[in-house]
């Protein structure tokens, strides 16, 4: 595997040397205090220095994202920016754009830590503490998407205080009502979270995310179906029905983590459900920590796999065919108003990058703790087969990969890249699947790096960006998250 790598980092490395060039006059801005060293001089005998270039790089993308997509004073994201225009957008960037910058700023410390245990200190101690108060001013100034409502859910009726799709005006004014949050969008924070806990050891990052868990898990659907079992399954949002991949998927490796936080802990919490007997009944229980983590990172994950898991080895969107709508139901059980299940009836949607990386990073995740060999074949296969159908070997290039890039799949391809990352340790092979994504980030700066920004497609440039709105903020985060969790993966196997 290794002698493989080198070959590969040879090939690239040698590919890159224009690339130095144009990224020694990148963007100035919030950073302009600490900036980033200037690109070293590669040595293809060394392969290290391909993973030290590409945490630069993902600095240097992190810091002109900064620059140019944040207002000073309120630290508001706009989605997009032209840098040739040097237009900036009116319109906010959605809390889950915004936590993309967060999950930059993560992978780029991981990445730095990896960096110093390979005897690259100067770059941790250059970089380390400015990047741990950038991920602190990216929490607090979070707050502007926060606000609180009132909730009827499966088992309880309650106050909760999250994240908004929009930003506001005022720190906690949010408005969260109905469709205004989704469960994903607390996902994705509620990782972020859980990374930043483990990189710093802030307390407050573990309650907040533990916060935000037991708000997506009391949308877990606990009613029950003739024969006692519970329906399950996490719809998109409390004012939708439909259960999707990307509302159930991104909760598994956190809920794993969780369990490996309270491994061996006599902590509890309360466990919400229904009686398997009258069917009607709400109960709860007082469950170990460790305990009530992981059995829920298991019925999730065995949730998604059975409903969603489709004819090519992928996973398909969403539960839909609602029964008899889409409506959201309630009934009264002795006098209290609970939300019911809406029957789902069918497996619709397209496959997205994004939702075989969840379940593959939660089978990695899964066997760690477990060992059971299920998960670890589950992720072989996931594996195989998401890079099968999702990358075109030679539809925009000879010889590079493509992956789709419309919508939002960059971003969605960002968090398939991180679970090959993972899988490596299921099989080192998958580890491979990573020097496509490799490959077309630096043929974008190569080719088509403008003021240190990228297109939208790596492979095939900026077309209409340039005349429009640019390129999403997001992306430039995303990829900045690739480079250093390629980075990270480089530095692990050498």
């Not at 539809?395 to 969605?412: A, H, L, Q």
């Not at 998958?430 to 790096?449: C, M, P, R, S, V």
């Not at 903020?473 to 690739?482: D, R, V």
Request: aromatic content about 14%; glycine content about 8%; overall charge negative.
């Amino acid at each position: 595997m290794k002698s493989f790598i080198f070959a590969v980092y040879c090939t690239i490395l040698l590919s890159l040397a224009s690339t130095t060039v144009v990224l020694s006059g990148c963007a100035s801005g919030p950073s302009s205090s600490s900036p980033v060293e200037g690109d070293r001089d590669l040595k293809v005998d060394d392969p290290k220095l391909l993973a030290v270039q590409n945490v630069e790089h993902a600095m240097r993308l992190i810091d002109i994202t900064i620059a140019h997509y944040f207002e000073p004073e309120t630290f508001e994201m706009r989605r997009f920016y032209n840098p040739f225009t040097k237009a900036k957008s009116d319109e906010r960037a959605s809390v889950w754009m915004y936590t993309a910058g967060i999950e930059a700023v993560n992978a780029v410390l991981f990445a730095l830590e990896k960096a110093r245990e390979a005897g690259e200190n100067s770059l941790y101690n250059n970089h380390h503490k400015r990047y741990v108060q950038l991920l602190d001013k990216l929490y607090a100034n979070a707050d502007y998407y926060l606000g609180t409502f009132e909730l009827v859910s499966y088992t309880q009726t309650k106050e909760w205080s999250v994240y908004a799709v929009n930003r506001a005006n005022r720190k906690g004014r949010a408005n969260v009502a109905g469709i205004l949050n989704v469960y994903d969008d607390q996902m994705w924070l509620i990782r972020e979270l859980l990374d930043s806990y483990r990189l710093t050891g802030n307390d407050g990052y573990l309650e907040k995310a533990e916060y935000l868990t037991a708000y997506v898990l009391d949308g877990w659907d606990v009613t029950r179906d003739e024969n006692g079992k519970e329906n399950g399954g996490i719809p998109w949002g409390p004012g939708y029905t439909t259960k999707h991949a990307c509302s159930n998927g991104p909760l598994i490796s956190p809920l794993v983590w969780l369990h490996e936080i309270y491994k061996d802990k006599s902590d509890k919490t309360e466990h919400s459900y229904i009686d398997e007997h009258d069917l009607k009944t709400r109960r709860t229980e007082q469950l170990e920590k460790q305990q009530y983590y992981l059995e829920y990172a298991r019925s999730i994950y065995d949730w998604q796999k059975k409903n969603l898991l489709n004819k090519d080895g992928v996973y398909t969107d969403m539960m839909g065919g609602c029964v008899p709508n889409c409506d959201i139901r309630y009934e009264e059980v002795d006098d209290v108003r609970y939300r019911a299940n809406t029957p789902l009836t069918e497996a619709v949607g397209e496959a997205y990058t994004y939702n075989s990386g969840t379940m593959l990073s939660g089978a990695v995740d899964l066997y760690r703790v477990t060992r059971e060999d299920r998960y670890a074949r589950d992720g072989q296969e996931l594996a195989k087969n998401s890079f099968t159908h999702f990358a075109s070997l030679g539809k925009d290039i000879p010889e590079y990969y493509s992956f789709e890039t419309e919508g939002f799949r960059n971003w969605f391809n960002g968090i398939l890249l991180r679970s090959y990352h993972e899988a490596a340790v299921l099989n080192s092979d998958i580890g491979d699947y990573l020097t496509a994504f490799q490959q077309n980030l630096d043929y974008g700066f190569e080719h088509f790096n403008h003021n240190g920004f990228l297109p939208t497609n790596l492979l095939k440039g900026w077309g209409e960006e340039k005349a429009g709105h640019g390129v999403e903020g997001m992306f430039m985060f995303a990829y900045a998250a690739q480079y250093a969790i390629l980075a990270k993966h480089q530095l692990k196997e050498i």
